[in-house]
């Protein structure tokens, strides 16, 4: 079991970002990417069928509604660091991530960054990846905030899958299936809420579907100071997770608004003991429009082991209102 302590700098570069791409915006009313904030191959390819952790470990073990199969959590990996590199607007390690040195994307290097000319920020919310004899294969959905004009901005929204394949000895993306949905009018409904995005997380991790889970964290997960791998290495000795939320406190900043949210997490582990662990974890939301539509996200967190007995429900919100103190 990892417990750690993370707190992390406020994404302001967002912002910078923000406030640059609309100071080039298209004076167009409509400046779609010529390619989509996740891009699909024009001749998209047939698919087959895929620091550490804040919070107490939890098995990848049998989700509710499909089998799980052994996927190599690289795979998912890569599309971590794609994302990442789009929203730092490194467009040519972008590139390169695609299998065939950028070429399975179906376009040239130059195509493929003047595609994201009026994207200004992503974020991409992982289903559950499957494995087949060719790779993996990840469900995505996709939301991006996109330039409209030189003055206006939406939230567009994409839903598909990547395919993810081995080229070169490393992962790569090997093709993808996005379709635009109609541009997002309301906030994506897992992360509606500050405490709704925390419970989902947890009914994420107890139903093994670990890349939903750590998409939940800013940074395509990277808030987590984890990289995929090694998150889903921490939830190898806890069966399931039971989480009890305090009262939440508000705070903001630098365009943005913040929700301290105080738990107690009783974690059930594989030889059958239990363990308690009490802390804060920390919330983030975009106020200035349209990044709200995003939603929430987990931005930081401090959980630490309670070294007493897991006390009773009522026990647990005392400790919760005096910061983890009996």
């Known amino acids: 079991m990892r417990l750690f302590m993370l707190r992390f700098v406020a994404l302001a570069a967002i912002f910078v970002l923000f406030a640059a791409l609309a100071a080039c915006g298209s004076d167009s009313s409509s400046a779609t990417p010529t390619s989509s904030p996740s891009p699909s191959p024009t001749a998209t390819a047939t698919l087959p069928a895929a620091s550490s952790s804040a919070s107490p470990s939890a098995s990848a073990g049998t989700s509710a509604t499909a089998t799980p199969v052994a996927v190599d959590p690289a795979a998912v990996q890569v599309l971590v660091d794609y994302y990442e590199a789009i929203n730092s607007r490194t467009f040519d390690t972008a590139y390169r991530l695609w299998a065939d040195n950028g070429a399975a994307s179906n376009q040239t290097s130059r195509q ?15 289903g559950q990846p499957t494995a087949f004899s060719a790779g993996v294969q990840v469900p995505a959905t996709v939301l991006a905030v996109v330039n409209t004009s030189a003055s206006t901005q939406a939230v567009q ?4 899958r990547y395919t993810v394949a081995q080229s070169g000895g490393a992962w790569r993306i090997a093709s993808a299936s996005l379709s635009r949905k109609p541009d997002l009018a309301e906030v994506y409904p897992a992360t509606a809420s500050d405490t709704g995005t925390l419970q989902a997380y947890y009914g994420a991790i107890n139903a093994g579907e670990l890349a939903r889970a750590y998409s939940y964290w800013e940074g395509s997960g990277t808030s ?12 190898g000795k806890t069966v399931s997770s039971t989480l009890t939320i305090g009262e939440p406190k508000a705070g903001g900043a630098a365009g943005s608004v913040y929700s301290d949210i105080p738990v107690f997490v ?20 975009a106020n200035v429009p349209p990044f709200p539509l995003l939603g929430w996200g987990l931005y930081s967190a401090s959980v630490t082991p309670y070294a007493g007995a897991i006390p009773s429900a009522a026990a647990m919100q005392t400790l919760l209102k005096n910061g983890c103190a009996s």
């Open 266 to 285: 009783v974690a059930k582990q594989a030889d059958g003991t239990q363990r308690g662990f009490c802390g804060t974890y920390t919330m983030r939301r």
């Open 224 to 235: 987590s100071g984890q990289s995929f791998p090694d998150f889903v290495n921490g939830f």
């Open 157 to 160: 929204q994409f839903e598909g």
């Open 112 to 126: 493929f960054a003047e595609g994201f000319a009026q994207t200004v920020r992503s974020v991409i919310h992982f």
